[in-house]
């Protein structure tokens, strides 16, 4: 079956820590995003990349970085320079036209925890 | 700049009600791309629908309408005899000329009540 997987789904981590979330796609999909979603909010963009090798900040990439080694992954590190790091992490991906008009598929998300 | 606001933050009916979720977008783009996603409690957003500027027909699926205004900028949604399996969050979102990338508003939870 096609999709997007993350991992972990439950992710704890102390402060000061560095925490990497997984996330895989076998849908061939150019573009991949990551967004986070804190309790009874809407969705916002830490970083997207449209391309292996080439990725740019979404709106809050502070604290946050990526990679995009290969086509079907793009992990997501948050570092301990994150302030408030507690939150539902999405990644999505889609097809890269150029434009906005491609659906965006979603894995189940990591929910992370700082104690 | 693109926004979209999803001004009821929170919605309760009783199941068979008819409910409507409004969305209301702001773009400067001449051709855009509106979508509508749900996002159960599981966490997981599901695509429902994608609808070009340029189209303007109202679209049906089942129990699930669009309505797609230029004129007045909204693209709302209605779900037709609720039924508690439809509680979730929604969300809609834009896309615009440039880049792949969608802009979502905040969301409105459903609360479907049995």
């Known amino acids: 079956d096609g999709g997007i997987t993350q991992s972990p789904k439950y992710l704890f981590r102390k402060e000061g820590q560095n925490v990497t979330l997984s996330c895989e796609q076998n849908l061939n999909h150019d573009a991949m995003y990551w967004y986070r979603q804190d309790p009874g909010q809407g969705l916002r963009l830490i970083y997207y990349?449209?391309?292996?090798?080439?990725?740019q900040k979404g709106d809050i990439a502070e604290g946050y970085s990526v990679s995009r080694e290969k086509k079907e992954s793009f992990p997501l590190t948050v570092t301990s320079a994150q302030k408030n790091p507690t939150a539902f992490y999405l990644c999505?991906?889609?097809?890269?036209?150029?434009?906005?008009?491609?659906?965006?598929?979603f894995g189940p998300g990591t929910r992370l925890t700082v104690l | 700049a693109q926004k979209v606001t999803q001004a009821q933050t929170e919605i309760s009916v009783v199941e068979k009600e008819d409910v409507t979720l409004d969305c209301v977008y702001e773009?400067?783009?001449?051709?855009?791309?509106l979508f509508w996603y749900k996002q159960p409690p599981s966490g997981e957003l599901v695509f429902l629908i994608r609808?070009?500027?340029?189209?303007?027909q109202n679209e049906i699926s089942g129990r699930y309408s669009w309505n797609f205004q230029k004129s007045t900028s909204s693209f709302n949604f209605t779900i037709t005899a609720s039924q508690v399996v439809d509680s979730a969050v929604y969300f809609c979102?834009?896309?615009?000329?440039?880049?792949?990338?969608?802009?979502f508003g905040g969301g409105t939870r459903l609360m479907v009540k049995p």
């Open positions: 609808r070009n500027s340029f189209d303007e």
């Open positions: 773009t400067r783009d001449t051709t855009y791309y």
């Open positions: 999505a991906s889609s097809r890269a036209s150029g434009r906005g008009d491609n659906e965006q598929f």
């Open positions: 990349s449209q391309i292996v090798n080439d990725f």
């Open positions: 979102a834009l896309g615009g000329n440039a880049g792949n990338m969608l802009t």
